[in-house]
């Protein structure tokens, strides 16, 4: 098992260039799979020995202290494992495809309103370098929907502002072009400018050291503005793409627009990332269906 997973890894890192984050992420999974089978079978036992059965049984042990949308993820990986050892002919089958995934529970992912959105950009307001950076963080976030690795990986090269465009790198080493808003690239030209326009190999957001910023303090930036903000909950980075979405569609924005724009493989992903409230559904359908209109 210990084998094949680490096969299957390099895989991953070489012919479908996974990020560190998602390779972690398999590793993990398979890595606790792998501690089950070996409890069940033996440490010696190979994956030609795993059933459809056993994986049942390993998901019916996760049922007892994981959600199932993690249940779900750890199944993926499991699958995506033996597809890999099909392919590569050191299976016949994989028995994972008889193991069907657990019925995810349907939660509609929270966003901010417009008013909270403005208020939460709009909060870092001192001229120092690092209220400018952290006013330049959250309009790109909320302008140009990225994620989180998406935005501490830009470069200064990256950006266009008389164009008013981002080169992004995205999941699985995609680029996209994101347009900027006016009021991100505002903040952005301000936050270089205090920089004395850096060359363009560098970094587009440093931390306090001058090094590239990292997710984990794109996060702490979000906390300590939303802790300003009193009437307001606490929120991730992500909230902002989740944000950026739906206004989009509210606004009018077409769905495979989005998607383009978000950097989505599949469509069905982006619809997850949206909400729209039934007034504005309502108004749609009115200004839409023949038959709605008097």
Same mark, same amino acid.
């Given at each position: 098992?210990?084998?094949?997973?680490?096969?299957?890894?390099?895989?991953?890192?070489?012919?479908?260039?996974?990020?560190?984050?998602?390779?972690?992420?398999?590793?993990?999974?398979?890595?606790?799979?792998?501690?089950?089978?070996?409890?069940?079978?033996?440490?010696?036992?190979?994956?030609?020995?795993?059933?459809?059965?056993?994986?049942?049984?390993?998901?019916?042990?996760?049922?007892?202290?994981?959600?199932?949308?993690?249940?779900?993820?750890?199944?993926?990986?499991?699958?995506?494992?033996?597809?890999?050892?099909?392919? +590569?002919?050191?299976?016949?089958?994989?028995?994972?495809?008889?193991?069907?995934?657990?019925?995810?529970?349907?939660?509609?992912?929270?966003?901010?309103?417009?008013?909270?959105?403005?208020?939460?950009?709009?909060?870092?307001?001192?001229?120092?370098?690092?209220?400018?950076?952290?006013?330049?963080?959250?309009?790109?976030?909320?302008?140009?929907?990225?994620?989180?690795?998406?935005? +501490?990986?830009?470069?200064?090269?990256?950006?266009?502002?008389?164009?008013? +465009?981002?080169?992004?790198?995205?999941?699985?080493?995609?680029?996209?072009?994101?347009?900027?808003?006016?009021?991100?690239?505002?903040?952005?030209?301000?936050?270089?400018?205090?920089?004395?326009?850096?060359?363009?190999? +560098?970094?587009?957001?440093?931390?306090?050291?001058?090094?590239?910023?990292?997710?984990?303090?794109?996060?702490?930036?979000?906390?300590?503005?939303?802790?300003?903000?009193?009437?307001?909950?606490?929120?991730?980075?992500?909230?902002?793409?989740?944000?950026?979405?739906?206004?989009?569609?509210?606004?009018?924005?077409?769905?495979?627009?989005?998607?383009?724009?978000?950097?989505?493989?599949?469509?069905?992903?982006?619809?997850?990332?949206?909400?729209?409230?039934?007034?504005?559904?309502?108004?749609?359908?009115?200004?839409?269906?023949?038959?709605?209109?008097?």
């Amino acid at each position: 098992m210990e084998t094949a997973i680490a096969s299957f890894l390099r895989h991953l890192e070489t012919e479908r260039n996974a990020s560190p984050h998602t390779r972690e992420a398999y590793r993990s999974d398979l890595d606790q799979f792998r501690q089950f089978v070996c409890g069940e079978l033996g440490q010696a036992a190979a994956p030609g020995a795993v059933t459809h059965l056993l994986i049942r049984r390993w998901l019916a042990q996760l049922h007892r202290s994981h959600q199932k949308s993690s249940i779900g993820r750890k199944l993926a990986a499991v699958r995506a494992l033996f597809k890999h050892l099909v392919r +590569t002919g050191s299976l016949a089958r994989n028995p994972a495809e008889l193991v069907s995934t657990p019925k995810r529970e349907k939660k509609v992912p929270y966003h901010l309103n417009i008013d909270e959105a403005t208020a939460l950009v709009e909060a870092p307001k001192a001229p120092d370098l690092l209220s400018l950076r952290d006013r330049a963080i959250l309009e790109t976030l909320y302008s140009c929907g990225l994620r989180v690795s998406e935005l +501490t990986g830009l470069d200064v090269g990256g950006l266009d502002l008389a164009d008013g +465009t981002v080169r992004v790198l995205g999941k699985g080493g995609k680029e996209r072009v994101v347009p900027v808003g006016s009021h991100a690239r505002s903040a952005l030209g301000a936050y270089l400018a205090a920089r004395s326009h850096p060359p363009v190999g +560098t970094p587009l957001f440093l931390n306090a050291r001058g090094g590239r910023l990292t997710s984990r303090s794109v996060r702490r930036v979000v906390d300590n503005h939303i802790l300003r903000l009193a009437t307001m909950r606490r929120i991730s980075p992500h909230t902002l793409r989740h944000t950026f979405a739906t206004h989009m569609l509210e606004g009018g924005a077409d769905l495979r627009a989005i998607q383009e724009l978000l950097g989505h493989a599949s469509l069905s992903t982006t619809q997850k990332y949206t909400h729209v409230g039934i007034d504005r559904l309502m108004e749609v359908y009115d200004r839409a269906h023949p038959k709605a209109r008097k």
